[in-house]
């Protein structure tokens, strides 16, 4: 049975949040598993373990207008809400930040990502973060390898419920602001805090074709990352690649 409290929900079992909450999607509405059985990561769509205690979340969020035109930086906005949520819970002590284009980090490990999926009319936000337990999981990086973190490992505990009323209240405050002011308002705070990569580091970039190292310069306004690349005399905007 579904237990509603403020427009969230909490079950015990599904296969995947994103696919349950697009059978019952309504405009800003939240639902939490106890535990995932099929879950799915944005990177190559691959099955991500289901450990009790983590976070698995989604929400449904009718696209207006307004939302339609910022659609593209809706998996940064969920990143960047879901890092000010965990840094009110941490009071900035920990150095937690996003990585382009749907990772969280926490002290320089993996702690969660995003999957952002279109059903119809609603946007679907899914989210999973290693509140409890970190699977024992390197990922490979054309950057470096990074391991997975969890944020119970770095001395704080936060259970999914908490944790979402402080995403939802990040999320929504800040869906608002992008629906009104665009993603440009976001891109000062995004450039010298919350983001894993700093202004004027160097990285390599792994397209569909191709590598590319450069300089990161920051994101666009259409959250598209912008690397300066040696002999070239413009930036290369870099619109989806792994990093």
Known sequence: MFNIFSKIIIEDKVQSTNETIKGIAQNNLFLIAKEQTSGK???????????????????????????????????????????????????????????????????????????????ENFLIIGIGLNLKKAPKKTFSGINGDISAGSLREFGYRLSPKKFTKLYRKELLKNIKILKRNGFEYFLTDMHLEANYFKLGQEISIKGMLRTLTGTFIGLDKNGFLLLDIEGNRKPTTIKTAEI
Not at 65 to 76: D, M, N, R, Y
Not at 85 to 93: E, I, N, P, V
Not at 101 to 108: A, E, F, L, V, Y
């Open 41 to 119: 990561t944005a990177k190559k769509k691959v099955e991500w373990k289901s450990e009790k205690g983590n976070l698995y979340l989604s929400s449904s969020h009718k696209i207006t207008k307004s939302l339609e035109k910022q659609i593209q930086t809706i998996g940064l906005i969920a990143c960047y809400s879901a890092v000010e949520a965990l840094k009110k819970r941490t009071k900035g002590k920990l150095q937690i930040e996003s990585k382009w284009p749907n990772d969280i980090m926490i002290q320089g490990k993996k702690l969660g990502g995003i999957l952002c999926e279109r059903h």
